[in-house]
């Protein structure tokens, strides 16, 4: 029986952008046992992915070195007895612990010049793999393997039992049908949607006969508050609900409406419609996964810069993005 470590990415929307690869190598290696090295608060996104075997607690922040840790954690690993390990991240440090923990298959792109780290080494064409899902997908195979296959969409599995269990906490129910907004980013300013669009969007919807909950994460609540101050009917779910409980409450929408964040892709790992705003970031690298996505973007001519503040001050790129827009592709995704 194969076992393969998976050195998994850190943020909601890479971790999520990773389950395809699970999927190509559960299908190679049916009875493989898979897994992830990741940090402990993705362990919500990794447990609804079926392919996964364990999740084991990365003890390091970003940017930590902490070698000594690395070093006694790639000891704990080597008893395992792991075939390969696959590292995502195109760090250095990542790669640190399948060297130290002697995994004999050590497979990643080449990343900040890992010559000797990782053995089982790739060179990346960004023009044949634009997009970071894809990426990943290709460290599933061998080098020199064609890619033919279509690539699947990501997926996370929804346990109904905990899902009702997560209404029954927050005192919330699924009727009337429920759109959900997402109007956080972590990543920056420049990839907000402003909070008025997002209140006057969220007004057309419950006057259409929709509730509207907003999720977001204790660093969200500014921009949640924002909108609920202007719009007092919305379900203000913004750190109230721990990352698991918005997963599977998220799993409830008739519609989501995202910026490019890690809560979108989540929204189209769940097969949820879904409606992604972007500003400062791009479609082509990040898309929305999911067969039923609208993205909306303005494509102005100083977009997108993938900078965390507009870097000419005025943030046309959302600014002008105006909520009828939205609302359009949100009917459009809706109509049946």
Known sequence: MKRILIVAPAWVGDAIMAQPLYARLKQRHPEAEIDVLAPAWTRPLHARMREISSTI???????????RTRWQLARQLKARGYDQAIVLPNSL?????PLLAGIAQRTGWV????????????ELDPLQ???MVQRFYALGDEKTAPRTEPMPYPVLTINAAEREAALSKL?????????AICPGAEYGPAKRWPAEHAAALAQQLLADGYQVWL??????????AEISARCPQVVNLAGKTSLAEAIDLLSLARVAVCNDSGLMHVAAALQRPLVAVYGSSSPGFTPPL???AKVVTLDLECSPCFERVCPLG?????????PDRVMKALKELTKD
């Open 111 to 122: 990343g900040e010049m890992r010559y000797g780290l990782l053995n089982d080494i790739r």
């Open 314 to 322: 005025h943030m046309d790129c959302l600014n002008k993005l105006t």
């Open 215 to 224: 999720f977001g994460s204790v660093k969200d609540q500014e921009i949640c």
């Open 93 to 97: 440090k990542s790669a640190l612990v």
């Open 129 to 131: 793999l634009p997009q």
């Open 57 to 67: 607690d990365a003890p390091f922040g970003h940017g930590e070195l902490k070698l």
């Open 290 to 292: 999911a067969i039923r």
């Open 171 to 179: 005192g919330l129910s699924s009727e009337p049908p429920m759109v």
